[in-house]
Each structure stands twice: as structure tokens, then as C-alpha cells.
């Protein structure tokens, strides 16, 4: 059900605006990313990398940035509320757009893209604060599966925006581009979004916060249950464009290939937004991990014997991928339930770690990688597998209230 909301806290447009601009801004994080993939291989020649596969680190580091600063914003947001501190993220995000694009070296393509990361996560997560001030439970699971419909079309467009750059400008147009969408949804919430926290509820004892959180065995637990699935994602972003040009030999694949796995993903989550309802979060967590975990073995065993088709890699990424979206979308709202008193801190913790871990597991198998799919996918498999572990570990007792039920 959805919380009572005061009239000076509530949304003034209809809810389908609210999905809309929540999903946009919790796709500017995917667009920094998607939208340059196209570029990778041309930066690391323009940049005279010696070696090609530190072309990764434009994405590890974007996710290292989100990942640490998270644990920051939560706090803050909760002493002093959600929507300046969201306008000051957006706009330093529109900033080290720019800073990349007028970046001269890889170092400082890097530092740029470490900065951005850190400010796309003031959007990670106090949309998510957002999102539990006004509401809670299946609800909030509901809105933020119906944002995530939205949020999955941007690996389909981004990559072919970015490639469309690249035919009549070069991949310093393509960090302007994410600049200029920066820019707007920074317009967009100055304009239209109120603060949505309850005064009653600002507290500067972050102290006592953090210590409710970080003893939470659901939201630990849950924040790495997530993180360990999301590995898969952050593998195949750091990859992919090796993989399409260096296993496959396909270079023109990359950016088709993303509307091919995004598009089961964004149904996926509207499947999701239905079912939640009906089933709760726990249950339906549940499967898409068990799915997770099954699909990886499965191509683990593949790779092994035989040579992967690309055709029965891009299926499997869609189900890996679309797994993963489903197990998001529930986790959080599992992780958050009981602590929308402090949801700015809580949504820190819980994008923190998963971001931390997710980053962690990605770098260590892309390091011992090189370029072999049978290794891709034993990384992700144990993963996936672990975080299968903590599900199951997480579920209720014998007597105690079903997870379903949630």
C-alpha cells in the first residue's frame, strides 16, 4: 500500500511523470555508460593505450566513483533533505561530462569519469530515498519496476546514439551529449520535484543511522545478494566491446546487440511490476536468482566443450541480464522495508555495497579473463551462485512470516 503523504510533499504532476523522471535519472547512470561503449576501442587507440584492455577502467572507474561516494549521500539526505542535494548531484554530473570530453590524457579521462560515477550516485540513491518516502512494500516495488521498464530502453537507444555520434563527430561529443541530458534533468527536477521527506524525520544523528543499518541482517545481507548479481552486468559492460570485436570478430554487433538483451530486460521488469503484487518480492527474488545462477552454469558447461555461437551468447545474456533486473528491483525494496525512517542512509548502504562488490567481482575476473567465455562465465556462475546462498540463508524460518509475503 502507499504511505500517507502529505499535500506539501506529494508529486504535482500525475504518477506516470513521477516514473518518467525517476526513470531518468536513474538512467543517467547507464546512459554515462551505454552511450560510450561504441567509443572504447577509439579511445584507446586515440589515447595511445599500450595496452588495449585497460579500455575497462572508463567503465571500473565509473563504478567505483558511484560505489564509494553512496554511502555519503544517504546521510546527508536524511539531515537535510532530498531534492537540493539531487539538483547539486545532477549538476556536477553535467559537469564532468564536460571535463571528459576536454579530457587530454587517459588519466584524466579517468579522474573525470571516477567524478561522474560519484555524482551519479546522489541519483542512484535519492531516487530511491524518493521512491520510499512516499511509498513502501509491493508498491514501492511496483514503481520501481514500472521505472525500470524505461530505465532498460537505454542500453537499446544509447549504444546507436553513440555510434550515431561517432559517424559526424568524434567520442568527445559523445561525453557532451551525456552532458547536455544532464543538464536537462537537472532543469527538470528544479522545476517539479518538492522535497518528499517528512521534516519529523530528518535527523543529524547519521552515527546512530549508519549503526541501524549496518546491523541489519536484511539489509547486509540483501545489499550483497544484490551486489553478487549484479556482477553479471558489470562483467559484460566492461567487456563487451572486446568481446564483439575480439572473440566474435563482429565489431559492428556492439550496439545491436544491447537492444537484443535490453528489450527481454524491460519485459522482464513490466512482468515483474504485475506479478510483485500477487507474489511479493521475496518469492519472485527468489526465482529470478535460482535463474541467474542455473543460466550460468549451463553456458559455463558450454563454453567448455564447444565454441559459443554468438546467437546463444546474446540469448543468454538475455536471460542473465533480465534475471538481474527482476532481483534488483525486489532486493531493495526487501532491503529498505523496515527502515524508511532513515531510507537515505539505508539506500546508502545498500547501493554502497552492492556497487563495491559488484565493481570488486568484475575487476577480478576481468583481470584473469582474457578474453576466454568459459572463464566469463565460471566468474559470474559462482557469483550468481553465492547470491542464490544468501537468499535462501535470508528467507524466514519454519513459523516465522513467509518472505512471499513481504
Known amino acids: 500500500m502507499s504511505l500517507p503523504v502529505g499535500q506539501e510533499r506529494a508529486f504535482p504532476g500525475s504518477q506516470l511523470e513521477f516514473i518518467a523522471l525517476i526513470a531518468g535519472i536513474m538512467s543517467l547512470g547507464a546512459l554515462a555508460i ?18 588495449p584492455s585497460q579500455q575497462q577502467y572508463v567503465i571500473l572507474v565509473f563504478f567505483l566513483g558511484l560505489g564509494v561516494t553512496q554511502i555519503f549521500i544517504g546521510p546527508l539526505s536524511d539531515a537535510f533533505g532530498r531534492r537540493r542535494l539531487l539538483i547539486a548531484s545532477l549538476v556536477l554530473y553535467t559537469l564532468c561530462g564536460v571535463a571528459a570530453a576536454a579530457a587530454s590524457s587517459f588519466d584524466m579521462l579517468l579522474v573525470a569519469r571516477a567524478l561522474q560515477g560519484a555524482a551519479a550516485a546522489g541519483g542512484r540513491i535519492l531516487v530511491n530515498a524518493v521512491v520510499r518516502d512516499l511509498y513502501e512494500g509491493r508498491t514501492m516495488a511496483r514503481i520501481i519496476s514500472l521505472a525500470q521498464i524505461a530505465f532498460v530502453t537505454v542500453p537499446i537507444i544509447a549504444p546507436l546514439v553513440g555510434a550515431a555520434i561517432l559517424q559526424f563527430s568524434n567520442w568527445r561529443g559523445i561525453f557532451l551529449f551525456i552532458a547536455a541530458l544532464g543538464g536537462v534533468y537537472t532543469l527538470w527536477i528544479a522545476l517539479r520535484l518538492p522535497e518528499t521527506q517528512d521534516q519529523a524525520h530528518r535527523s543529524q544523528a547519521w552515527q546512530s543511522a549508519f549503526k541501524i543499518t549496518i546491523t541489519d541482517t536484511r539489509l547486509v545481507g540483501f545489499s550483497l545478494a ?28 556492439i550496439a545491436p546487440s544491447f537492444a537484443l538483451v535490453a528489450i527481454p530486460m524491460g519485459l522482464a521488469a513490466y512482468v515483474n511490476s504485475r506479478l510483485v503484487m500477487h507474489f511479493g518480492m521475496g518469492r519472485i527474488s527468489l526465482i529470478a536468482a535460482i535463474a541467474l545462477a542455473l543460466t550460468c552454469a549451463a553456458m559455463t558447461a558450454v563454453a567448455l566443450f564447444t565454441e559459443v555461437p554468438m546467437a546463444v551468447f546474446l540469448a543468454a545474456q538475455a536471460v542473465i541480464l533480465s534475471s538481474c533486473t527482476v532481483m534488483q528491483g525486489n532486493l531493495i525494496a526487501l532491503a529498505l522495508e523496515r527502515l524508511g525512517a532513515i ?10 555495497v552492492t556497487t563495491l562488490v559488484s565493481v570488486a567481482g568484475a575487476a577480478l ?29 535470508l528467507r524466514p524460518k519454519p513459523g516465522a512470516a513467509k518472505l512471499s509475503e513481504t
Not at 552511450?35 to 595496452?51: G, R, S, V
Not at 531510507?343 to 547501493?351: E, L
Not at 562465465?377 to 559462482?382: E, L
Open 226 to 253: 544484490a551486489g553478487l548479481g549484479f556482477v553479471s552486468l558489470v562483467l559484460y559492460l566492461g567487456n563487451v566491446a572486446q568481446i564483439f570485436t575480439r572473440i566474435f570478430e563482429r565489431p559492428e554487433w
Open 365 to 393: 575476473i576481468g583481470q584473469i579473463m582474457a578474453l576466454q567465455l568459459p572463464v566469463y562465465y565460471a566468474g559470474i556462475a559462482a557469483a550468481s551462485v553465492l547470491s542464490l546462498a544468501i537468499i535462501l540463508y
Open 343 to 352: 531510507a537515505g542512509m539505508a539506500s546508502s548502504v545498500f547501493g554502497s
Open 34 to 51: 551505454d552511450a560510450m561503449l561504441p567509443a572504447l576501442e577509439i579511445i584507446a587507440t586515440d589515447l595511445a593505450l599500450k595496452d
